[in-house]
C-alpha cells in the first residue's frame, strides 16, 4: 500500500481552471458519503512545536467535518500559567467528551504531548477513540526529529497501526523538491513503514496562515463570506471613513482573495488525509 500511496500520487499545487468547481463538487460528495458512513474523531499530535498543528486543526480538518469540535488540549495552572502536565482526570473529560460527539478534531499542545500518549498507554484501548492521529511536521531539522519520535511512539508504544498514522507536510516552499526538504521523515519510512506517507498532503507557504491569526473565522469562513469588500472600500474612501476602518476592509480583501486559492489545495489534502 505505502509503494502505490507514494507511486500513485505526484506533488502538486492546485491551480485554477475549469474544472475547479468539479474538483471541488467531488470532493464534498466524498465528504457526505464519509460523514454517512461513520464518525471521525482525529488527534492532530507532535512533540514539537512550531509544526502548524493548530493550523491544521482549525483550518484543515475541522471545517470539513460536519459540525466538528475543536477540542484544545491544554493544561493551565491556578495562576494562569502554563505547565506541561495533562492530567488523567483531563483525560477522563476528554474521552467522556469524544463519546458525546459525532464529530471531533482535538489539537494536542506541545508540551502536553508525551503526558497524552503516556496515559494513552495507562487507559488501555483509548487509541481506538481516534480514527486518526494527523502528524504536522516542518522542513527544520528538530522538528522532523520530533515528528519521527511521535510516529514511533504512536506506533511502537501504543501501538496504532499505520494505516490510521498520518503525516501533513506543512509550510512548504513550492519550489522545493518534497523529498530532498524532508529527507529524514522519508529516511523513516523507508525504514520502518510505521506510518502512511502521501506525497500530497503538503499545505504550501501562505501568507494567509499568519494574517489569520486572531480571525474568529476559518479560512472557508472567509471564503464563503458574501461581503463585497471591494465595493465598501470604494464607499469607505468616498465617506471619508478613518483609516483605521479602511486598513482593515483593506485587509479582507486580501484575506478573501487568498483563501480562495487556499481552500481548493486544503480540499485536496484533507481528501488525501482521510481516504
Same mark, same amino acid.
Request: hydrophobic share 40%.
Given at each position: 500500500?505505502?509503494?502505490?500511496?507514494?507511486?500513485?500520487?505526484?506533488?502538486?499545487?492546485?491551480?485554477?481552471?475549469?474544472?475547479?468547481?468539479?474538483?471541488?463538487?467531488?470532493?464534498?460528495?466524498? +465528504?457526505?458519503?464519509? $460523514?454517512?458512513?461513520?464518525?471521525?474523531?482525529?488527534?492532530?499530535?507532535?512533540?514539537?512545536?512550531?509544526?502548524?498543528?493548530?493550523?491544521?486543526?482549525?483550518?484543515?480538518?475541522?471545517?470539513?467535518?460536519?459540525?466538528?469540535?475543536?477540542?484544545?488540549?491544554?493544561?493551565?495552572?491556578?495562576?494562569?500559567?502554563?505547565?506541561?502536565?495533562?492530567?488523567?482526570?483531563?483525560?477522563?473529560? +476528554?474521552?467522556?467528551?469524544?463519546?458525546?460527539?459525532?464529530?471531533?478534531?482535538?489539537?494536542?499542545?506541545?508540551?502536553?504531548?508525551?503526558? /497524552?500518549?503516556?496515559?494513552? @498507554?495507562? %487507559?488501555?484501548?483509548?487509541?481506538?477513540?481516534?480514527?486518526?492521529?494527523?502528524?504536522?511536521?516542518?522542513?527544520?531539522?528538530?522538528? $522532523?526529529?520530533?515528528?519521527?519520535?511521535? +510516529?514511533?511512539?504512536?506506533?511502537?508504544?501504543?501501538?496504532?497501526?499505520?494505516?490510521?498514522?498520518? =503525516?501533513? /507536510?506543512?509550510?512548504?516552499?513550492?519550489?522545493?523538491?518534497?523529498?530532498?526538504?524532508?529527507?529524514?521523515?522519508?529516511?523513516?519510512?523507508?525504514?520502518?513503514?510505521?506510518?502512511?506517507?502521501?506525497?500530497?498532503? =503538503?499545505? %504550501?507557504?501562505?501568507?494567509?496562515?499568519?494574517?489569520?491569526?486572531?480571525?474568529?473565522?476559518?479560512?472557508?469562513?472567509?471564503?464563503?463570506?458574501?461581503?463585497? %469588500?471591494v465595493a465598501m472600500n470604494a464607499d469607505a474612501?468616498?465617506?471619508?471613513?478613518?483609516?483605521?476602518?479602511?486598513?482593515?476592509?483593506?485587509?479582507?480583501?486580501?484575506?478573501?482573495?487568498?483563501?480562495?486559492?487556499?481552500?481548493?489545495?486544503?480540499?485536496?489534502?484533507?481528501?488525501?488525509?482521510? @481516504?
Open positions: 500500500m505505502r509503494q502505490g500511496m507514494r507511486q500513485g500520487m505526484t506533488r502538486r499545487r492546485s491551480n485554477s481552471n475549469p474544472n475547479a468547481m468539479r474538483v471541488r463538487d467531488s470532493v464534498a460528495a466524498a +465528504l457526505i458519503d464519509q $460523514q454517512e458512513r461513520h464518525t471521525m474523531k482525529i488527534a492532530v499530535i507532535n512533540f514539537s512545536g512550531n509544526v502548524g498543528k493548530s493550523t491544521v486543526a482549525r483550518h484543515l480538518l475541522a471545517p470539513r467535518l460536519e459540525e466538528a469540535e475543536v477540542i484544545a488540549i491544554e493544561s493551565i495552572n491556578s495562576d494562569g500559567m502554563e505547565t506541561a502536565t495533562l492530567r488523567g482526570n483531563q483525560f477522563d473529560e +476528554l474521552q467522556d467528551q469524544l463519546m458525546t460527539l459525532r464529530n471531533a478534531v482535538v489539537d494536542i499542545g506541545a508540551s502536553n504531548a508525551e503526558d /497524552f500518549v503516556n496515559l494513552m @498507554q495507562n %487507559y488501555d484501548g483509548s487509541q481506538e477513540d481516534f480514527d486518526l492521529f494527523v502528524v504536522p511536521t516542518v522542513p527544520a531539522m528538530k522538528q $522532523q526529529v520530533d515528528t519521527i519520535a511521535t +510516529l514511533r511512539s504512536l506506533s511502537e508504544d501504543i501501538g496504532v497501526p499505520a494505516s490510521r498514522l498520518r =503525516v501533513v /507536510f506543512n509550510m512548504v516552499d513550492p519550489r522545493r523538491d518534497l523529498e530532498k526538504l524532508f529527507a529524514k521523515v522519508f529516511e523513516a519510512h523507508e525504514d520502518d513503514q510505521g506510518f502512511m506517507l502521501c506525497t500530497d498532503a =503538503v499545505i %504550501y507557504e501562505n501568507p494567509i496562515f499568519e494574517k489569520i491569526k486572531g480571525f474568529d473565522r476559518s479560512i472557508i469562513e472567509l471564503r464563503n463570506d458574501p461581503t463585497n %469588500y474612501i468616498e465617506q471619508g471613513e478613518p483609516e483605521e476602518k479602511k486598513a482593515w476592509i483593506r485587509q479582507m480583501v486580501a484575506l478573501k482573495r487568498l483563501a480562495n486559492r487556499v481552500t481548493s489545495e486544503l480540499d485536496a489534502v484533507f481528501k488525501v488525509l482521510v @481516504q
